[in-house]
T-cell receptor, first 108, second 112 residues
Framework: AQRVTQPEKLLSVFKGAPVELKCNYS??????LFWYVQYSRQRLQLLLR??SRESIKGFTADLNKGETSFHLKKPFAQEEDSAMYYC??????????FGAGTRLFVKA | NAGVTQTPKFRVLKTGQSMTLLCAQD?????MYWYRQDPGMGLRLIHY???????AKGEVPDGYNVSRLKKQNFLLGLESAAPSQTSVYFC???????????FGEGSRLTVL
């Protein structure tokens, strides 16, 4: 079955500390993975996708097919990074499925 | 450029009442989706559409119906609302050449 797992519901770090939001997926084919972010009182928006291999707002994510993971990382967290983060899997068809989300709280 | 617009943004229903959520997109996207967002469960796909006149079931379709009579609109209906349908509903759309979803602002529905 296709599944996205985000094991942490809440992650709290201090400003300037490194942060890693975990995402594991289950899919037998070639996945297309995304991270979406929802800031307070804003709509969900794309943060980054594995295909582009880019860094957005200091965040990076590497697809590890061996471990079926797509963890989101940032070396130095900022207070404005506080938000809800969703890992999402597009299986090449029409559907995109989401993980349960991780709420990141960056403390001053 | 409005992107994806959902109406209404808030609604309170009594058990058994019916209602329709409207989603409109102005990006000429083929694919449209309805998700529900619940604490601890993330976004779950209710129904989706791959083109005008087509609809398909997602992960949690029971109790909902949809219609896509026009390419730009995707309606989500609740025929007989239940308290378990209290949630925040998100509409999303995407084009055929990209996997990126564009979301509406959400519609908060409370069923008493």
């Amino acid at each position: 079955a296709q599944r996205v797992t985000q094991p942490e519901k809440l992650l709290s770090v201090f400003k300037g500390a490194p942060v890693e939001l975990k995402c594991n997926y289950s899919y037998s084919g070639s996945p297309e993975l995304f991270w979406y972010v929802q800031y307070s009182r804003q709509r969900l928006q794309l943060l980054l996708r594995h295909i582009s291999r880019e860094s957005i707002k200091g965040f990076t994510a590497d697809l590890n097919k061996g471990e079926t993971s797509f963890h989101l990382k940032k070396p130095f967290a900022q207070e404005e990074d506080s938000a809800m983060y969703y890992c999402a899997l597009n299986t090449g068809g029409f559907k995109t499925i989401f993980g349960a989300g991780t709420r990141l709280f960056v403390k001053a | 450029n409005a992107g994806v617009t959902q109406t209404p943004k808030f609604r309170v229903l009594k058990t058994g009442q019916s209602m329709t959520l409207l989603c409109a997109q102005d990006m000429n996207h083929e694919y449209m989706y309805w998700y529900r967002q619940d604490p601890g469960m993330g976004l779950r796909l209710i129904h989706y559409s791959v083109g005008e006149g087509t609809t398909a079931k997602g992960e949690v379709p029971d109790g909902y119906n949809v219609s896509r009579l026009k390419k730009q609109n995707f309606l989500l209906g609740l025929e007989s609302a239940a308290p378990s349908q209290t949630s925040v509903y998100f509409c999303a759309s995407r084009g055929t050449g990209t996997g990126e979803l564009f979301f509406g602002e959400g519609s908060r529905l409370t069923v008493l």
